[in-house]
């Protein structure tokens, strides 16, 4: 399958499943450095925001707060459960202009360097897709991959691991 084909699957897919979301809670890691399972279903909070988001929105909405992507070992698919978040922050960019966003792909420490930074790219690539798919401008986006090299935990567990394969949503401008 070509990376255009692909990319075509996946902004339908993302179209598809938007339709029937709920939104998540992003549930951080224990203080014992276990993960207490990310992006599992919470209770279901309204829709994106009524009306226009404002720069303050970012600190204060708490869908647009929600900036972490997670992903599954060796995938670069969006899970279901962060459809919601994706919606939110397109529709932010949507509503801010002149906002800009980083998409920072990671992977875990497993696979060479090259594959993880191909990884990681690979995941910030099916974000801005998402984003994009729920109408937010390509222009205000790029993507950057670290591949392995920005651990949030450095213990070889599945656990751990779990936490490092992310994509982080940093808007450099509000």
């Known amino acids: 399958m070509n990376n255009t084909t692909r990319i075509a699957a996946t902004l339908m897919a993302c179209l598809?499943?938007?339709?029937?979301?709920?939104?998540v809670k992003e549930v951080p890691p224990s203080e014992t450095g276990t993960i207490v399972n990310p992006g599992a279903q919470t209770t279901p909070i309204a829709e994106t925001t009524p009306g226009r988001y404002s720069?303050?929105?970012?600190?204060?909405?708490?869908?647009?707060?929600?900036?972490?992507?997670?992903?599954?070992?060796?995938?670069?698919?969006?899970?279901?459960?962060?459809?919601?978040?994706?919606?939110?922050?397109?529709?932010?960019?949507?509503?801010?202009?002149?906002?800009?966003?980083?998409?920072?792909?990671?992977?875990?420490?497993?696979?060479?360097?090259?594959?993880?930074?191909?990884?990681?790219?690979?995941?910030?690539?099916?974000?801005?897709?998402?984003?994009?798919?729920?109408?937010?401008?390509?222009?205000?986006?790029?993507?950057?991959?670290?591949g392995e090299e920005r651990p949030t935990c450095a213990d070889s567990t599945e656990e751990c691991w779990q936490r490092n394969r992310r994509v982080e949503i940093v808007y450099t401008t509000r």
């Open 16 to 23: 598809a499943m938007a339709a029937c979301t709920k939104k």
């Open 55 to 146: 720069a303050a929105d970012l600190d204060t909405d708490s869908c647009l707060r929600q900036r972490v992507v997670y992903f599954d070992f060796n995938d670069d698919t969006l899970r279901p459960e962060f459809q919601a978040v994706v919606a939110c922050h397109a529709k932010y960019l949507r509503d801010q202009p002149q906002s800009r966003m980083n998409l920072e792909g990671n992977a875990d420490e497993r696979g060479t360097r090259e594959y993880n930074l191909g990884l990681g790219e690979r995941r910030g690539n099916a974000v801005m897709a998402a984003v994009q798919g729920n109408g937010g401008p390509a222009a205000q986006m790029s993507v950057v991959s670290y």
